[in-house]
């Protein structure tokens, strides 16, 4: 047979666009591709053929899609995105820009450190609680196994008075779920959210993980765009 006398179309390279991330909430509506990374953590767009790029090693990515009214928004949640509400935010810009409604989005989030992993402070879990109702629903604790504190517990005696902790409780954060009852509570149905449970801390082999790795690891990269 003779060669097929059809031409494929060839396909233009989306132009990648990422950002200087500084773990904040500051979004930007994309309609060129830019030079230069913009400072921020997050991004929307409705012009087709942009590729919309967030970087995490444990935080989250959380992308986007506005499959009415075609419109894509990638945002990066750590804790500090998250209890400023970055994606609820970034839903709210779609909003006012395209006309986005929270029933017509499809929301992917993860992977990252799940709640088994991220170990956090007291005082992180009382900015959680001063932005959110749930927020208890949120962290777990747990006890530390500790065969010196038990062999000798002596030792470890304190003038705490009984009800204000203990040393050994080790307190845990499900940053997951915060920014998927996030979107749920502005009105994204819990069916068009996706959220992976994989944990970047417990497989570092499979993912980046700042944390396992001690600050010495890669980043990976979730992307969102629009077909031309």
């Known amino acids: 047979m003779g060669a ?3 031409k494929r179309k060839a396909l233009k390279p989306w132009p990648p ?7 904040s909430d500051l979004i930007h509506l994309v309609t060129t591709p830019t030079e230069q990374p913009l400072a921020g953590d997050g991004m929307v767009t409705n012009v087709p053929g942009l590729a919309l790029g967030v970087q995490t090693a444990d935080c989250f990515p959380v992308l986007l899609i506005d499959t009415k009214n075609k419109a894509v928004g ?19 810009l779609m909003r006012h820009e395209f006309g986005t409604e929270p029933g017509d989005v499809l929301a992917a989030i993860g ?4 709640g088994c992993c991220y170990e956090v402070g007291e005082e992180l879990k009382a900015n959680f609680e001063s932005q959110f109702d749930y927020a208890q629903e ?4 747990s006890q530390e196994s500790d065969p010196v504190r038990e062999k000798y517990p002596m030792l470890f005696m304190n003038q705490r008075a009984p009800g204000h902790g203990d040393l050994c409780l080790k307190l845990f954060l499900d940053l997951r779920e915060a920014n998927r009852r996030q979107l749920m509570a502005v009105g994204v149905p819990e ?6 449970n994989d944990c970047t801390s417990c497989d570092p ?3 980046f993980s700042h944390r396992s790795e001690r600050g010495k690891t890669g980043r990976m990269m979730a992307v969102a765009g629009i077909r031309p």
Do not use: C, M, Y
């Open 205 to 207: 082999k499979q993912f």
């Open 191 to 196: 069916q068009n959210i996706v959220a992976l």
């Open 111 to 114: 992977p990252g450190i799940q």
């Open 138 to 141: 949120l962290f777990r604790d």
């Open 4 to 6: 097929s006398s059809v």
């Open 74 to 92: 990638a945002f990066h949640a750590g804790w500090r995105g998250t209890v400023q509400r970055i994606a609820e935010k970034g839903l709210g």
């Open 17 to 23: 666009i990422t950002l200087r991330q500084i773990h």
